[in-house]
Nanobody, 121 residues
Framework: QVQLVESGGGSVQAGGSLRLSCAAS????????MAWFRQVPGKQREGVAF???????RYTDSVKGRFTISKDNAKNILYLQMNVLKPEDTAMYYC???????????????WGQGTHVTVSS
């Protein structure tokens, strides 16, 4: 029933910007957390940015000051604005959500299929 569809990934030069989008559908209420995760082959999945249904946000240290998570509540679209991108940001980015938790943990209930971001020097 719940579906998350990411878009906006691509290739960008270091220092550039991208905005990822995640369209959420199928939720019966607005009370769900959302988050962005990323994963590089050989490394564990990393939580990048988190937002509660209430609107509180938090970020992993490596992206603080560069990434911003936001949500268009009317359209149920989650965004990840990524500025000053670095090669180490290269990863598959996944949108996630959970209607059981205030904060999405490392294993949220619902996942998108991912959108890849490549940052070159």
């Amino acid at each position: 029933q719940v579906q998350l569809v990411e878009s906006g990934g691509g290739s960008v030069q270091a220092g550039g910007s991208l905005r990822l989008s995640c369209a959420a559908s199928g939720f019966t209420s607005n009370s769900y957390c959302m988050a962005w995760f990323r994963q590089v082959p050989g490394k564990q999945r990393e939580g990048v940015a988190f937002q509660t249904s209430y609107g509180s946000t938090r970020y992993t240290d490596s992206v603080k000051g560069r990434f911003t998570i936001s949500k268009d509540n009317a359209k149920n679209i989650l965004y990840l604005q990524m500025n000053v991108l670095k090669p180490e940001d290269t990863a598959m980015y996944y949108c996630a959500a959970d209607d059981r938790l205030l904060w999405c943990a490392e294993t949220p209930r619902y996942w998108g299929q991912g959108t890849h971001v490549t940052v070159s020097s």
